[in-house]
Every structure is written in structure tokens, then in C-alpha cells.
């Protein structure tokens, strides 16, 4: 079965909007507060702004990578072609795809854990029942994505109004209020770079990253984009420009009415700051558009996510019942199920604190560095006709982005770094007793 089966149905704005909704989620209105917190003055802007380039650089190689190989499974097969489809490249997308089975549950995971977290500012809930509600929202999704790929595109662009009018509320409200500006004229106050501020922001960059990530989301579902090489860069650079424009002035505008100094203190900002500006009725209205905005995210990146096994198995790397597609709706119905299932258990079983840093710890090495690595090979083998985007300034902003993605990582902490690299031990142990078994690389001359 070719992974090239599945169709082409989305075009620009319905792949730009589930990348939105993918990047929003969330993620900045819960690490708003954290971030504050450990840049501990009025410059924590200065992180969203750290992981906005991260994230701009970073996209152009995804965007030679998704525009020269436009299938499903995004980074499946970046790696597979970048190290030799018959050779170490066998090894690297495994890998990828072995630590993904862990990984993408534990976004899913992030992200409905989040969502029971800010339904306790509506309702008070135990832990028992904030574990309920977070199972809960994991299993809607995985029935909401239960159908063809169109109608999925229609609802993704439908939860991205969702998002865009969430952000452009907060906006408003402190452009009304008056001090908008006043955050911004007093950004530098107390700043002072050294090597405490470089440290804080590289910490804190760990929260900020986190919350941009998805600007990729479209490249794991590059067989079912309609025009892939101009369509696949451009909602990517679309969606980090958009994304990064509403965090910058949504934290203006909460910072604006509420100081950071106290900002910092407060799980539940976003709700405090539109009772502040408008009362108890408009702060349970704007807590119930953070949750839909949270379970937008959640549905973006299951879709993405089932894509990768599937890719896997589809070409032959993977336990061949994840390549099954849905006899009449044509998606990979089992992989989608697998992985809902999974981030089913991780949501009851862990909390938001302990996977924010692990999922970034967990890809580093492999997806993000690893790709850099791959596109610089590929680029030394193939002809330039191959990449239908070319980045500017080739290959500079490649080792920009992995000296930048080594700092994230060493900020992840040292035990999620060890964590990160026993998973992928393990999964080359596994990898090459696979391997062995079936006569591949680097088994393939043994008799």
C-alpha cells in the first residue's frame, strides 16, 4: 500500500487553520503566568520573541523538507530519504517513529490536561474528576475524527474561529482599557544582560517554544494537502506570523491590565484579567473560549499524529495493521484509535508540569536537530530542482536553529534529557534486533 492513497482535499486556509489551531491550544494561556515567572520582570516578552525566531528558522527546513517530499507522516519520511532509504535512514525514521508512539500521546495528553485544569476556574473539581474530564476530551476527539478527511477540514477551519476570536477578545479588551502601550515603553525596565538573563530566557523559551509548536502540523498531513510545494510553506510561515502577532499583544494587553508582578501568581490570568475589565459574566464567557480553544489543539494534533504510524507501516517499517485505511472514509482509522487510546491512559496518569518539558526533550535530538542534519545531506546529493522552496541563506539558518534547539534542550533540565536519550537507546536496541531478524540494514549482505 502507498502512502500517496490518501487524497488531496485541504487547501491553504483550511491547512493554515489547523495549524493555528494546533499552535494556540492551551499551551500560552496556562505557561502565560510561567513564563512571567521565571523572567521574573516586564521583559518576559523577550521569550515569546525567542521562540517566534525559533520557530520562523526552524520552519524553513521544514518547508524544503515538506515541499520536496509531501506524504503522509511529515518526519517519517524527511529522515528516511535525508540518511538513505536503504541504509541509516531505515534506522533514523524508525527512531522517529518509535519514540512518536510516546511522544505525540503525551502532546494530546498535555493539552487535555490542561483543558480539566482551566474547567476547575468554572467548576471546582477533585482530582478524580479533573482525570474524568481530561479522558474525557481525548475520546471526543478521536469520535470527532472518525470521518473523511474534508469534513475535517471544514471543522478545523469552524474551531479556528474559535481560537481567532478567543485572541482577538483579550486583545481588545486591553486595547480598550487604555495602557495598552505601557508595557511595551517599559519593556527594558531592570534588564540587564548578563548571564542570569540569558539562563532565565533560555528557560523560560522552554515554555514559549512549547506553545508555538505545531507550525509543522501540516507537513505529517502532506498527502491530503491540494498544491503541497507552495501550499505546505506557506501555511506554515502564515501561521507562525499570525500566531506570533496575537501572544505578543495578548500578553500586552493582560500585562497591561494586570501587572506582571501579580500576573505571575495566577493559574487561571486569562479569566482574572476579563473579570477585572468586564465582571464574573464575561470571565466564565472567555474561560469557556480558552477551553475551546484548548480542545482545538487537541483535535489538530491527533489529526497530525495518526498520520505517523500509518506513513510507517504504509511503507513497510512498522506492524502492518497500522497501515489500514478505513474501508469508506479513507483515513488510518487504527493508528487514530491507537494512539487516542494511549493518550486516554497518559492523560489520568500524569500532570501538565511533566510533560511540557518531556515532549521537548523527547524530539530535540531526533526530529528537529536530526532534520537540520538530513537537509544539509540531502542538499549535497540532490539537485537543487528537488526542493521546490529553497531557504534563504543556506544552510546558516540550519545551524542557527540546532545551536538554538541544543540550548532548549540543555534548558529541559537533566533528567528530562536523560529520559529523552534512554527512550531513544531503547528504540535503537529494538530497532537493530528488528533489523537483524528481518535481514535490513545494516543486516542486508548476511546470509
Request: net charge positive; aromatic share 14%; proline share 4%.
Amino acid at each position: 500500500m502507498s502512502v500517496n492513497n490518501m487524497e488531496r482535499r485541504l487547501g491553504l486556509g483550511q491547512a493554515t487553520a489547523i495549524n493555528m489551531i494546533d499552535m494556540v491550544g492551551i499551551g500560552p494561556f496556562i505557561t502565560l503566568p510561567m513564563v512571567i515567572g521565571m523572567m521574573n520582570g516586564p521583559y518576559f516578552l523577550y521569550a515569546w520573541l525567542a521562540g517566534a525566531f525559533l520557530s520562523f528558522i526552524d520552519a524553513m527546513i521544514w518547508s524544503e523538507l515538506g515541499a520536496a517530499f509531501p506524504k503522509a507522516g511529515g518526519s517519517y519520511n524527511f529522515l528516511k530519504e535525508a540518511y538513505g532509504t536503504n541504509g541509516a535512514g531505515k534506522l533514523m525514521s524508525f527512531l522517529f517513529v518509535w519514540q512518536t508512539m510516546i511522544q505525540a500521546p503525551l502532546v494530546i495528553a498535555s493539552a487535555a490536561i490542561g483543558f480539566a485544569a482551566y474547567f476547575s476556574y468554572l467548576v471546582p473539581l477533585t482530582p478524580i474528576l479533573a482525570k474524568t474530564v481530561s479522558g474525557t476530551v481525548v475520546l471526543l476527539i478521536v469520535i470527532l475524527l472518525y470521518r473523511k478527511i474534508e469534513s475535517i477540514g471544514k471543522i478545523g477551519v469552524f474551531l479556528w474561529a474559535g481560537v481567532i476570536l478567543t485572541m482577538l477578545w483579550i486583545i481588545g479588551g486591553g486595547i480598550v482599557h487604555g495602557n495598552f502601550i505601557q508595557p511595551i515603553l517599559h519593556i527594558n525596565d531592570g534588564l540587564k544582560i548578563n548571564y542570569a538573563f540569558v539562563s532565565a530566557i533560555g528557560f523560560a523559551s522552554v515554555k514559549t517554544v512549547y506553545s508555538y509548536l505545531g507550525y509543522y502540523n501540516v507537513c505529517h498531513l502532506g498527502g491530503e494537502i491540494k498544491n503541497p510545494s507552495k501550499n505546505i510553506p506557506r501555511s506554515m510561515f502564515i501561521s507562525i506570523a499570525g500566531i506570533s502577532v496575537l501572544y505578543l499583544l495578548m500578553n500586552i494587553s493582560v500585562v497591561s491590565v494586570i501587572p506582571w508582578h501579580i500576573a505571575k501568581d495566577s493559574p487561571f490570568v486569562i479569566s482574572e484579567f476579563m473579570k477585572q475589565l468586564a465582571g464574573q459574566t464575561a470571565a466564565t464567557i472567555a474561560t469557556c473560549l480558552v477551553l475551546w480553544v484548548a480542545f482545538a489543539s487537541v483535535f489538530s494534533a491527533t489529526l497530525g499524529y495518526s498520520r505517523v504510524p500509518y506513513a510507517a507501516a504504509a511503507d513497510g517499517a512498522f506492524f502492518k495493521i497500522f497501515a489500514k485505511l478505513h474501508p469508506t472514509k479513507h483515513f488510518p482509522y487504527i493508528s487514530l484509535l491507537f494512539l487516542g487510546a494511549i493518550a486516554f491512559v497518559f492523560s489520568l496518569l500524569f500532570k501538565l508540569s511533566e510533560v511540557i518539558s518531556a515532549i521537548l526533550a523527547m524530539r530535540i535530538l531526533i526530529q528537529f536537530i536530526s532534520q537540520g542534519i538530513g537537509l544539509i545531506l540531502l542538499r549535497k546529493t540532490r539537485s537543487t530542482n528537488d526542493f521546490p522552496y529553497k531557504m534563504p541563506l543556506f544552510p546558516l539558518p540550519i545551524y542557527l536553529a540546532i545551536v538554538m534547539w541544543l540550548g532548549i534542550l540543555i534548558a529541559t533540565g537533566k533528567q528530562m534529557m536523560l529520559a529523552g536519550l534512554a527512550v531513544i537507546s531503547l528504540g535503537t536496541v529494538v530497532y537493530f534486533i528488528k533489523a537483524k531478524f528481518n535481514k535490513e540494514w545494516p543486516y542486508t549482505n548476511i546470509g
